[in-house]
């Protein structure tokens, strides 16, 4: 039997968890029989000790076991990652979605607000106009109609309201649960594109994944430090693929699609991430547009099972002829007419 005084002991003698461990600590944590200052404490002798991918595993059970479903019969992608890179970009994930939504590709992205960055997916597409607060069949409605639909990780972890104090409290500190939005997605997208914010993140996430029954995902971190495909530096990337897990590199110079400065592409007060996205889907030509295609492009790439030049190809297709301003404004229409449906 497992007791949190034992686990307590184990992690402040650096010892690793089981899988059995982690998912008894939390599913304490999600049940709320941990106080705040208990849970913090679980969350800062992990990342004393350093996670390890049993522990990852752990986690991810508890909370998918938890969490609520978004019903989809359709083969669909999640573009998530971790955040906590400190780099302060614009959505550059949520961007690359709708890009690839309007290239035929089913998205079924998981998201929230910002806890260590200035704006979540949550919060931009809620500034976009988007009703981001959807019923699960809603969810689906918008992936079957739009190819793009977006599950607020709180409507569907609502146990992690158990544990927001005391992520809160470790901001900007990076803990377990930054790796866990991506391995945790509502419809079980079996596809998945993940950015880490760093290489011993992109690893226990690449293992974690392989273990919990991933079909396809490519899981990255750009050596500039970013956790997306980044136009400034090579990414490097794991790939996971017929239950095995290889790697290669994305030279951003073989594609022309290189990047001027990393200034260009962070928020500002002056420049939010929605007026950067709404450049990009108006088809201005800049480092955000560059990186968007690419980090759609690897969205269309392993969606479609396709050769990356060729994906890159789509994706700047589609803005040229602007489908994906149409896409965009399709999502935030259809999702306002299907939550006004449901009162």
């Known amino acids: 039997m497992y007791s949190f005084e034992n686990i307590q002991a184990n992690l402040n003698n650096r010892i690793d968890l089981s899988i059995e461990e982690a998912y008894f600590v939390s599913e304490k944590m999600f049940e709320g029989s941990l106080d705040d200052n208990q849970i913090k404490e679980i969350l800062i002798l992990l990342n004393k000790k350093n996670i390890c991918s049993a522990e990852l595993i752990g986690f991810a059970t508890a909370m998918r076991k938890i969490s609520t479903k978004v019903e989809i019969n359709e ?55 988007a009703k981001i607060n959807l019923e699960p069949e809603h969810v689906s409605k918008c ?24 992520r809160k409290s470790l901001a900007p500190e990076k803990t377990i649960f930054n790796m866990l939005g991506p391995i945790t997605n509502p419809a079980n997208a079996k596809i ?20 919990l029954g991933t079909k396809s995902a490519l899981i990255l971190n750009s050596r500039d430090g970013m956790d997306e495909a980044s136009i400034y530096d090579v990414t490097d990337v794991l790939e996971i693929k017929n239950n095995n897990i290889t790697s290669f590199t994305i030279d951003p110079i073989k594609y022309e699609l290189v990047g001027e400065d990393l200034e260009n592409i962070k928020t500002n007060t002056e420049r939010s991430s929605l ?34 030049k060729d994906a890159i190809s789509q994706c700047k297709d589609s803005l040229d002829s602007y489908l994906v301003r149409d896409k965009f404004n399709q999502y935030i229409d259809f999702t306002n007419q299907v939550s006004k449906n449901a009162k």
């Open 75 to 129: 083969k669909v992608i999640d573009s998530c990652g971790t955040g906590g890179d400190g780099i302060g970009t614009f959505n550059i994930s949520t961007c690359a979605s709708f890009i690839a939504a309007a290239c035929d590709v089913k998205v079924a992205k998981h998201g929230n607000k910002a806890i260590t960055s200035s704006s979540g997916s949550a919060d931009l597409l809620h500034d976009a106009g």
């Open 192 to 211: 998945q594109l993940i950015g880490t914010y760093n290489k011993e993140a992109m690893n226990l996430i690449a293992n974690a994944l392989l273990e």
């Open 275 to 308: 007026d950067i996205i709404y450049s990009v889907i108006n088809n201005l030509d800049s480092d955000a547009r560059k990186i968007s295609v690419l980090n759609a492009a690897l969205l269309v790439m392993i969606y479609k099972e396709i050769d990356l």
């Open 143 to 166: 992936i079957r109609h739009v190819n793009f639909g977006f599950m607020f990780a709180p409507l569907h972890h609502m146990a992690m309201k158990n544990v927001a104090n005391s």
